[in-house]
């Protein structure tokens, strides 16, 4: 069997699949053996020097213009390409991208520009593109049901569909040749083909199954057993979470590839704020000083990166995206208000002059990504070597290297621009003051920043999202609000003008994208929830009642088209297009979800139209979803804010909890809050493959505060996790992070050196873990006391592969009691 569709990269497949997904799997896996049996024997092609133009030439999503030129016949979405499906009784290929998505370049070069492919494609199949941001709603669906079938999923999303529109085989980037242990795509366009001429009504007969499993999902988000009250026990549970998964070596949570964690930042600040509990700042402050050190962060132009794909923040993933510059940047601001650190605020700032200089169009509104390559090679607008850098600055040059480093990159030339201890540690041993460092860091970034103009930029995505948009204005209105610069205000409110004029019908309904003069498809739930909440806050900077009747209106047209009557909370879509599944995610992604964005609005719209009506709506989108909540509450995080804003308001700009009408009642209201808990089964016991515990050194044997820790992880038989390092660059390496209900120091943690083993899927040995490991590592603990109790947390990052397969990429949370 082929080692196929598990294996998962950072880059490929961010997409992990969640416990309330993985129980379905095998329902819904089509076997892979007969799919896969008597491929094509592929030779190689003649590359197309001058293709004509397909159908997406008339697309205006840049995304889909990549792809005007491919040989391959691409529709669309829509009634034309489906239409025909149906009438010619042919499957469909379904591909599912977004411009600044490395691997979708990667297959768009290699894969969709072969003409040999192509024609294969074009005779058997009906070929779909989509850009994943023009269409969330399928994004969504199709990508439940990739998780549903592979356990991952990732960009591209490659789905092969019924006429009917019902999936029966999907995976994420396909070569354009075999390769040891993985098919090439022209393998499985024929193994595709064959089963559908050969066993299409088991083929159909099982693609049936992926809406109803999907359907499934959606009705357990309300199925229960118990009734959960929504009050501050359920914030805890997700409060304890991100303690035990915080990793208190490196900041963040959990292990690489490392996201910025803005929610839970703010989440964490909220928390700190009602209770002081140090230990909340602590974890927000470390992790937004690594950040800001951190090769994630332009050091050069400002902004940040979308991850990071090792523990340590150093190499990023170079796309930036407009929604991660508004989450950050707000987070930032907001910790500035609660600890007055003015470097937050300046981090901030940074950010929101990089939007400025790059992400606005003439008309006011924000682009939408700014791409990770140039000329196909990942972050080469970003980086520098040694040599450039002293042409660069010339005398200044020795400065640079005592207060930057740089990372090199995994393969290629050049390297990543980081900072490896703060600029007043930096100035403390030069000798001067901090403020006359950072006046030379400017004037340093500004040389770089002259040079880098003379670069080829990498691509901008310059359509304009509504939803993103409102995200966008909502952290300029509060920038201004707690800088009071009159600048942030104006460029929120040429925005906002510019989405209300533009984006806006005759009739009041909002779309989801313009460029180039024209709009298309109408908006979805998201567009309406994000855009209220930026008219909202741009209503609180400048007090024109203008913001809050515009962002009244839209809560009731929302309201209107997306609520579910019957069991709280709101639709993604309305009802006009007929998808497989009308969905209702609560989830946040890289992004808040919909639901919760639009409980953070509602709330807001209580507050300043004293309209009790919108808090009770938020109380019932919150009793819809609260035995989720506790149950998966990592995965509300936004959510949750939400809820602590209805509990305990927290005024953004000043940061005081404060009471008034939306208060009232409150223990009363609070009592109403009942739900139940969705029946949601654990994998088999031996899902998860490893089994560890942790132990400690005894306290009374602390030398300078100094502890050893030790991990003893069993492997099930006949699996194997990636050792650390990885011996490849898209294997996920076996890695812990710790911390405690006290400070602690992670001083060191030592791997042990891996087997080396041949598998049939690689052409070189690999290293892993079998059977025992030991994991050991030395922890300062920093409190003056140890108050009985008190616990360790240990969080295993792995990967689990077999022979065969390889699942997708897991944790395991353990916790000890110090003794």
Not at 329 to 348: E, K, S
Not at 509 to 535: C, N, P, S, V
Not at 548 to 567: K, P, S, V
């Amino acid at each position: 069997m082929f080692y196929i569709c598990f294996m998962t990269s950072p880059d490929f497949s961010a997409q992990s699949s969640p416990s309330w997904i993985r129980r379905w799997r095998y329902v819904i896996i089509l076997p892979l053996v007969w799919l896969l049996t008597g491929g094509l024997a592929w030779q190689g092609y003649a590359w197309w020097n001058e293709p004509q133009g397909n159908r997406l030439s008339d697309e205006i999503s840049p995304y889909l213009q990549l792809h005007a030129h491919n040989p391959v016949d691409w529709y669309p979405w829509g009634p034309e390409a489906i239409d025909r499906a149906r009438r010619e009784h042919k499957p469909i290929f379904l591909s599912i991208g977004y411009s600044t998505c490395y691997w979708c370049h990667v297959m768009e070069r290699k894969v969709f520009s072969n003409p040999d492919i192509a024609a294969v494609m074009n005779e058997h199949f009906i070929n779909i593109k989509v850009d994943r941001e023009e269409r969330p709603d399928l994004d969504e669906v199709y990508m439940t049901a990739t998780q549903l079938m592979t356990q991952g999923g990732g960009w591209p999303n490659s789905v092969f569909l019924t006429p009917d529109l019902e999936p029966f085989y999907a995976g994420t980037y396909f070569p354009p040749e075999d390769l040891p242990g993985r098919p090439g795509f022209p393998r499985i366009l024929d193994a595709m083909n064959t089963a559908w001429q050969d066993r299409r009504d088991y083929v159909t007969a099982h693609a049936g199954k992926v809406p109803q499993a999907i359907q499934a999902l959606q009705r357990d988000l309300f199925v229960s057993v118990d009734s959960i009250a929504v009050d501050g026990k359920i914030i805890d549970i997700s409060l304890e979470r991100l303690n035990t998964r915080y990793d208190a070596q490196n900041g963040g949570f959990g292990g690489a590839p490392k996201f910025p964690p803005a929610m839970r930042l703010e989440l964490l600040l909220f928390e700190y704020r009602r209770t002081g509990d140090e230990k909340h700042l602590a974890m927000v402050t470390h992790t937004l000083d690594v950040m800001m050190h951190s090769g994630v962060y332009d050091h050069i132009g400002g902004g940040f990166h979308r991850y990071a794909t090792d523990s340590k923040w150093r190499i990023p993933h170079f796309e930036k995206m407009l929604y991660n510059q508004a989450d950050l940047a707000r987070v930032y601001l907001l910790a500035y208000v609660m600890t007055q650190n003015n470097v937050y605020r300046l981090v901030a700032e940074d950010i929101l002059s990089y939007v400025v200089r790059e992400m606005i169009g003439e008309d006011g509104a924000f682009f939408s990504a700014m791409d990770s390559e140039t000329d196909a090679i990942e972050g080469q607008y970003y980086l520098w070597t040694e040599e450039e850098i002293h042409d660069v600055l010339e005398a200044k040059a020795d400065l640079f290297f005592r207060t930057f480093s740089l990372a090199p990159m995994p393969e290629g030339e050049g390297a990543v621009v980081y900072m490896s201890r703060s600029l007043d540690e930096t100035a403390s041993e030069v000798g001067i003051a901090t403020d006359k460092l950072r006046q030379d860091v400017q004037a340093m970034k500004a040389r770089f920043l002259t040079v880098r103009a003379k670069r080829k930029k990498p691509l901008v995505d310059t359509k304009v999202l509504t939803a993103w948009n409102g995200h966008m204005i909502d952290t300029f209105a509060y920038a201004a609000l707690v800088t009071g610069k009159t600048a942030y205000r104006d460029i929120a409110i040429r925005a906002a003008d510019f989405l209300l004029t533009h984006l806006r019908d005759s009739e009041g309904t909002l779309r989801r994208l313009y460029l180039d003069g024209q709009t298309k498809h109408d908006g979805f739930q998201e567009d309406y929830a994000y855009l209220i909440r930026g008219l909202t806050r741009l209503y609180r900077t400048t007090d024109d009642r203008r913001w809050l009747t515009e962002a009244r209106t839209l809560t009731d047209r929302m309201l209107d088209i997306f609520w579910d009557g019957d069991h709280g909370g709101f639709y993604f879509t309305d009802d006009q297009e007929k998808l497989i599944v009308r969905t209702k995610n609560p989830y946040d992604g890289a992004r808040p979800s919909g639901n919760a964005m639009a409980a953070h609005a509602l709330l807001e719209l209580s507050r300043y139209t004293e309209q009790p009506m919108y808090r009770e709506r938020a109380r019932q989108l919150f009793k819809g979803f609260a035995g989720q909540m506790k149950e998966n509450s990592g995965r509300f995080t936004f959510m949750m804010s939400a809820v602590h804003d209805y509990l305990y308001y927290q005024d953004l700009q000043t940061g005081r909890i404060q009471t008034g009408m939306q208060m009232a009642n409150l223990e009363s209201s609070m009592d109403l809050l009942r739900t139940q808990t969705p029946k949601i089964s654990a994998l088999n016991s031996g899902a998860k493959k490893i089994k560890a515990s942790l132990s400690t050194s005894p306290v009374s044997s602390l030398t300078d505060g100094v502890i050893d820790a030790t991990l003893a992880v069993h492997v099930d038989a006949d699996w194997h996790l990636n050792a650390n390092p990885a011996s490849m660059r898209d294997l996920i390496p076996t890695s812990v992070t710790f911390n405690s209900d006290v400070p602690i120091e992670v001083i060191s943690v030592t791997y042990p050196e891996g087997k080396e083993v041949r598998f049939a899927f690689a052409d070189q040995p690999l290293s892993v873990y079998e059977g025992e490991l030991v994991i050991r590592a030395r922890l300062r603990i920093k409190a003056k006391t140890i108050p009985d109790g008190t616990q360790i947390h240990a969080v295993i990052t792995y990967q689990a592969c077999s022979d065969e397969v390889c699942l997708a990429p897991d944790e395991l949370i353990m916790s000890g009691a110090l003794r």
